[in-house]
């Protein structure tokens, strides 16, 4: 019957969840008029307000609406239909085609100039990585909606990265050449003819693709010989080898690194090409282990050209690994429409993979560009560099920590 004292606490921690809502947001600015002038009938000054240039003159969109579309669709793998059905549960009619069509203008308009600075950035280093996907586009002038087209995906090496998209319609050999137009250094490939032709270009090879036909080869093999000493095990080993020795390299140096893959990788790779040349003579050039062995030997220049810089990488999982994120997307919103369709995805597709490798929240990183890039001289470099994803002057709460 006493007083109740407290003598402990038990704490229950649950997640919840606060949906999303749409606000609306009023801008109003003051006109300003001399009553002084109006009186004594002299040429009244009429003064406004400033006020921040919108993203879209005569339209409702926002900077933080636009980047939430962009970020739903090309980040989160969201079509515009299903947006559209989510924006009417929240009580807002917004057709498809209206969410598209301010997509097309963030990305054609804006974001564009961010694009085109980050590729003047990348053809200034000397190490890049390129791969390519299929890309449908429906509406292409004189092409049928069924023709494939094409997604090509330039990136730098190690930082600050750069991710650029480049949407085309063919995968013909001038279009990397316009792309990479004053390039020089090295290009990690997957074996790719049409990178053949790039002047001042040293092509370096991709071990993971050599060891992935390998692997098929073995997994081609009957069942009960695939854990048999067979010669598509062995060259699969040597694959193994090389990749070993680049994992105990992987905390050195470039220049502790080109020593020790002349020391350690070399002979490896001189015993290996020895072994091809003697298995090709003993295989089906069309069979899953001939395939491998060509494949080797065709691309033997380009697979040892790693030798030459020890900053260059064994394989171009960087580019595979960039590339992912639209082949993720595509699955579900399927196709472009249009061309310029296409090169608005293109173009954000860059700006956000950029924006994550650089540790940038994509989300808010979009708000911030549509707040300052209408506000903007466009024609000032360095004004653009200020919002490039490296920028130290980007505001924290763009950082992905925050």
């Given amino acids: 019957g006493g007083p109740l004292h407290e003598m ?15 606000k609306v947001v009023k801008h109003i600015r003051y006109v300003y008029a001399c009553r002084h002038c109006e009186r004594e009938e002299i040429s009244t000054p009429v003064i406004t307000a400033p006020m921040p240039a919108p993203v879209l003159p005569g339209s409702p969109v926002s900077p933080s609406l636009l980047a939430y579309i962009m970020t739903q669709k090309y980040g ?5 239909y299903r947006q559209e059905q989510q924006f009417k549960g929240l009580g807002i009619e917004l057709s498809r085609q209206t969410l598209a069509n301010w997509v097309l203008h ?8 961010i694009y085109d600075r980050l590729h003047e950035y990348l053809l200034q280093k000397d190490i890049l990585h390129a791969d390519e996907t299929t890309l449908q586009v429906l509406r292409e002038p004189g092409r049928e909606a069924a023709t494939k087209s094409f997604l090509w995906l330039y990136r730098t090496g190690r930082g600050p990265s750069i991710v650029l998209y480049d949407y085309q319609t063919t995968r013909a050999s001038k279009h990397p050449r316009r792309f990479l137009a004053g390039f020089k250094g090295y290009l990690h490939v997957d074996g790719y003819a049409g990178y053949n032709e790039l002047p001042d270009v040293t092509l370096v090879g991709c071990w993971a693709h050599a060891r992935r036909k390998f692997d098929e080869a073995l997994k081609a093999l009957p069942e009960d010989k695939r854990n048999a000493p067979v010669a598509a095990r062995e060259g699969l080993e040597y694959c193994n080898r090389l990749f070993t020795i680049e994992r105990d390299l992987k905390n050195k140096t470039p220049e502790e690194r080109y020593q020790l893959r002349q020391v350690r ?6 015993a290996f090409l020895a072994w091809l040349k003697t298995q090709k003579s003993r295989v089906l050039p069309k069979s899953s282990f001939g395939q491998a062995i060509n494949y080797c030997l065709g691309q033997w220049d380009k697979l040892t050209a790693f030798l030459q810089d020890g900053r260059l990488e064994l394989d171009n999982n960087r580019s595979e690994r960039s590339i992912k994120p639209f082949v993720i997307g595509r699955k579900n919103w399927l196709f472009a429409n249009t061309p310029r369709g296409a090169k608005a995805s293109a173009i954000t597709y860059s700006i956000i993979e950029t924006a994550k490798e650089n540790g940038l929240n994509p989300f808010q990183y979009l708000i911030y560009l549509f707040e300052r890039l209408p506000n903007l001289d466009l024609k000032d470099k360095d004004a653009l560099d200020q919002l490039l994803p490296w920028s130290e002057t980007l505001p924290p709460v763009c950082r992905m920590n925050n």
């Fill in 265 to 270: 990788s070399k002979p490896v790779l001189d």
């Fill in 8 to 22: 402990s606490t038990e704490v229950r921690q649950e997640l919840k969840i606060i949906p999303a809502q749409v």
């Fill in 106 to 113: 963030g990305a054609n308009t804006w974001l564009t100039h």
């Fill in 76 to 80: 989160e793998g969201l079509p515009l």
